[in-house]
């Protein structure tokens, strides 16, 4: 098989003037041919000026190059579609799927023998995942890594936990403007990504365990000389697999995936880390089965003491021992004969890791922070596809409740409405947001934190139950039912729901009710319409993403992305 520079030539025809055209030009740059003949490590380049939370990623590029030298390579990096969750219209997840395109098609389109994919916010890694499930070239994650913290008035911050914390104390009333102003410049001190756990300390935790990035290399911080010594050591076993392999797929199997999984439910990880190991599982041909997502929910605890569901910040987890450690908790629930990236077996990885004295950022069985995992999924009528909910951040005494629907038609709705005094919502009422799914809104935006109505969080309310079928940031805190699949906007049960009917969610017996009689249901259904302007016919990416888009319980992929299913036994 071609390697090198003699890799996927440009078609013209003629394979050797295709070659001698290739070094024609690349050497308009100063590579001599020696250079030319090395095995050739690609490297995303996902620097934006948009994009804070990759701010170090030159400075990353630079030692990844320097350990693709040591070891012999040629490093060349390319950039790609770079995406940051604040500077994302309408979402980030709208765009997800397009970084994955991108990235497949110019790891599959350019010369290179493996690539060093670097990603941090949010969306980034799940894409680069995907990408580099699909294109199936030797690759490897790097991580931007978390911000440190940040302090105000003698208390440390994080975003965006405590954006939202505070946010909600300043719609109460209690946080003055000139104070939300001061802490804005606080919360988000370095550059790097969420520092609580959140979704991208979600997947760079959970792709190591994955087996997908050097372990221990998840969770340093992104300032700090050791994540650049990880750039390092990144690029030269980049060399080693461009000249060996494995291959993403040979990695990502599906003893790799419920690893990961067991991982997102002892971090206390977010949903969203459910649906992108689903979309990266979708690429590989491997299915995740929400019921074994749940029963992972109950056998395994949360570990991790980190906001939101605990108290701390990833730079206390890195030196607490990081996720190789915390692993070592739940060893007996783990395929330990996974191979990662690095050459080893997750089993020999998590030995490996440091054991620090006195530590208590990184809980035992014993004194977990919670006895079942982060997050359950939910089923009944109103669900029948599945929802989920963060038990690890939600309230105890609403874990079994039933309540009047107060129901917005969409973001919009409850943007205009929620606030407003008039509205009849009381504490006991359950709040529901609708048509804000992958097509209703389009992009399943993070809106499934709803805000809790301003003239009851006055009355020193902080916590509602609250459903819908879009997302939550993996920042956010309270009783909150997402991703009800199928969505409102496609026909689901969510969209038969009207104020005043009775809601019941019961999580210790998994089931989201709606207390309607079926014929009554009938009637609405018969009576349902879609909401306009969502049947694909418009035109470019928008267009394509609404023809093409998949449900939550299918990671949200297009359908011409995913894999056939690998057989059970692989
Ligand atoms: Fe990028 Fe939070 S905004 S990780």
């Excluded at 109950?298 to 980190?306: E, F, K, Q």
Aim: hydrophobic share 40%; aromatic share 4%; net charge neutral.
């Amino acid at each position: 098989m071609a390697t090198g520079m003699r890799k996927g030539l440009t078609s013209y025809g003629d394979a050797g003037f295709s070659l001698f055209l290739r070094k024609a030009f690349i050497k308009a740059m100063g590579y001599s041919d020696d250079a030319l003949d090395r095995p050739i490590v690609g490297i995303t380049d996902t620097f934006s000026d948009y994009n804070p939370c990759h701010g170090n990623v030159p400075k990353l590029i630079e030692a990844v190059k320097r350990g693709v030298m040591l070891a012999g390579g040629l490093p060349m990096s390319f950039p790609t579609v770079s995406i940051h969750e604040s500077f994302s219209n309408p979402t980030s997840m709208f765009l997800r799927n397009l970084m994955a395109m991108d990235t497949e098609e110019m790891i599959r389109a350019q010369p290179m023998d493996s690539v060093v994919l670097i990603g941090g916010c949010d969306k980034t890694v799940p894409a680069q995942l995907m990408a580099a499930a699909s294109a199936d070239v030797p690759a490897i994650m790097l991580v931007t890594g978390p911000m440190l913290v940040g302090h105000y008035k003698g208390e440390i911050l994080g975003a965006c936990t405590d954006c939202r914390r505070l946010w909600g104390q300043h719609r109460a009333g209690t946080f003055s403007e000139s104070e939300i102003e001061d802490v804005s410049g606080r919360l988000a001190p370095t550059t790097g990504t969420c520092m609580v756990m959140g979704t991208a300390s979600t997947m760079a935790c959970v792709t190591e365990a994955l087996g997908m990035s050097l372990p221990g290399s998840g969770s340093i911080p992104a300032t700090h000389a050791d994540r650049l010594r990880a750039a390092e050591t990144t690029g030269k076993r980049a060399v080693e697999l461009a000249r060996n392999g494995p291959r993403p797929r040979e990695i990502m199997t599906r003893a790799a995936f419920r690893n990961a999984l067991v991982t997102l439910q002892a971090l206390g990880g977010s949903t969203n880390g459910l649906v992108h190991l689903t979309a990266v599982a979708g690429r590989c041909g491997i299915t995740i089965d929400l019921d074994e997502v749940d029963q992972l929910g109950r056998d395994v605890p949360v570990l991790a003491d980190l906001k939101p569901s605990g108290a701390h910040y990833l730079e206390h987890f890195h030196w607490a021992g990081g996720t190789m450690r915390m692993l070592r908790e739940v060893r007996e629930l783990l395929a330990l004969d996974a191979m990662t990236i690095a050459g080893q077996t997750l089993g020999a990885a998590i030995e490996a890791a440091p054991e620090i004295p006195g530590q208590t950022i990184i809980r035992s069985r014993a004194t977990a922070l919670s006895p079942t995992g982060a997050m359950a999924v939910l089923r009944g009528n109103l669900a029948p596809r599945g929802a989920v909910i963060k038990q690890s951040a939600a309230s105890a005494e609403l874990m079994q409740h039933t309540g009047r629907a107060v129901v917005f038609d969409s973001v919009e709705d409850m943007t205009v409405r929620v606030d407003d005094d008039n509205l009849d919502v009381t504490r006991d009422d359950v709040l529901v947001l609708r048509n804000a799914g992958p097509k209703g809104a389009p992009g399943m935006p993070e809106a499934g934190y709803l805000p809790i109505p301003r003239k009851l969080a006055r009355q020193g309310v902080k916590d509602m139950v609250r459903i819908s079928d879009a997302r939550m940031s993996g920042t956010a805190f309270g009783t909150i039912v997402l991703h009800i699949t199928p969505e409102a906007a496609i026909g689901g049960p969510l969209s038969l729901v009207q104020s005043g009917d009775r809601i019941a969610l019961d999580v210790p017996a998994r089931k989201i009710e709606l207390q309607v009689d079926e014929a009554t249901l009938a009637a609405r259904r018969k009576a349902w319409r879609p909401p306009a302007g969502l049947d694909g016919r418009g035109r470019g990416y928008a267009g394509l993403f609404l023809r093409s888009v998949l449900q939550a319980d299918q990671g949200c992929d297009f359908d011409f992305l995913v894999d056939p299913p690998r057989a059970a036994a692989e």
